[in-house]
């Protein structure tokens, strides 16, 4: 089975704090994605990756940045955290279209709250 | 910008009916998922339909793609308390490339 953690449950920091939020997968999948949930707005994307060391924005990247180093880690960066950024934060993985279809594995999310 | 409506948003009904949740959009996909989502956790994949007129089932559940693959449906028979979360359909579209759409969910409470 896909299995997709994340590196926190809960998180509680003070605005302007840089955060790192940290997402692993080990199905050795290339595609890498970071979402943000909030009630009323469902998933939203924020950044994509396909690749190490590639990156794509979403449809929500403002004060965000991402990094993927390793195939398997791919990292979502509160450059400076505010209080709108408080929500659950979903790390996904996917192998590529043709293998998959596009399916996505998702961890456990993240809940953040910035005070 | 190629949207998936679900709905209802909201459904909450009594053990052992039946309901159905619609997924529906003006753009054809080349695959469509439906994901559960319990509280607190992230979304499970539940199936993958791909063909056009497609049905999958998955003990109650039944899916079904539409034949144009512009819509889906999620039918759950007898529900149960277990079958309460929230249900996201989500579509695979060339222009989306290996990003999914997704709907905004039906979030389903079944009460005994």
């Known amino acids: 089975d896909v299995k997709v953690t994340q590196s926190s449950r809960y998180l509680v920091k003070r605005t302007g704090e840089k955060v790192f939020l940290e997402c692993v997968q080990d199905?050795?999948?290339?595609?890498m994605f970071w979402y943000r949930q909030d009630p009323g707005l469902g998933l939203r994307l924020i950044y994509f990756?396909?690749?190490?060391?590639?990156?794509e924005k979403g449809d929500i990247p403002e004060g965000y940045s991402v990094s993927r180093e390793k195939k398997e880690r791919f990292s979502l960066i509160l450059e400076s955290a505010s209080t709108n950024q408080t929500s659950m934060y979903l790390c996904a993985s996917s192998q590529d279209f043709f293998s998959s279809y596009n399916e996505q594995f998702f961890g456990p999310g993240t809940r953040l709250t910035v005070l | 910008t190629q949207l998936l409506e679900q709905s209802p948003q909201f459904l909450s009904i009594q053990e052992g009916e039946n309901l159905t949740v619609y997924c529906n959009s003006s753009s054809v996909f080349s695959s469509l998922q439906w994901y559960r989502q319990e509280p607190g956790e992230g979304p499970v994949l539940l199936v993958t339909?791909?063909?056009?007129?497609e049905v999958k089932k998955l003990k109650r559940l039944t899916f079904q793609f539409g034949d144009a693959r512009k819509d889906s449906s999620l039918h759950i028979t007898a529900a149960q308390p277990g079958d309460t979360g929230l249900y996201l359909c989500a579509g695979a579209h060339r222009d989306a490339g290996t990003a999914l759409i997704f709907g905004k969910g039906t979030t389903l409470s079944v009460s005994s």
């Open positions: 199905m050795d999948h290339e595609n």
């Open positions: 339909v791909v063909t056009g007129g």
């Open positions: 990756s396909y690749d190490v060391k590639m990156k």
